[in-house]
């Protein structure tokens, strides 16, 4: 059946970096565009990025623009979220998701 299954999270220092994966089974990757979205605290669900199927084109929410890279390896079936110059407001559970499906999430903790 399809997962997704997110790693990679942590507790790191503003500034810092991280990179999140997203390990699908189930399905081909190239298949589906992929979405990452993020749960902070006491808030909603908010778009991160997203890569999508085919060609892999890729876009950004303003707020992670210029600071986050979402790429895949297709070999391992595998997205990936590059975070750079992480800031407290990026604090959040990140999820990995395409239609109909979700992981369980990733905590991310930015923190001096």
């Known amino acids: 059946q399809v997962q997704l299954v997110e790693s990679g999270g942590g507790l790191v220092q503003p500034g810092g970096s991280l990179r999140l994966s997203c390990a699908a089974s189930g399905f081909t990757i190239t298949r589906y565009t992929i979405n990452w979205v993020r749960q902070a605290p006491g808030k909603g669900l908010e778009w991160v990025s997203t890569?999508?199927?085919?060609?892999?084109?890729?876009s950004y929410a303003d707020s992670v623009k210029g600071r986050f890279t979402v790429s895949r390896d297709n070999a391992k079936n595998t997205v990936y979220l590059q975070m750079n110059s992480l800031k407290l407001e990026d604090t959040a559970v990140y999820y990995c998701q395409r239609s109909g499906s979700r992981g369980q999430g990733t905590q991310v903790t930015v923190s001096s």
């Open positions: 890569i999508t199927s085919g060609g892999g084109y890729t």
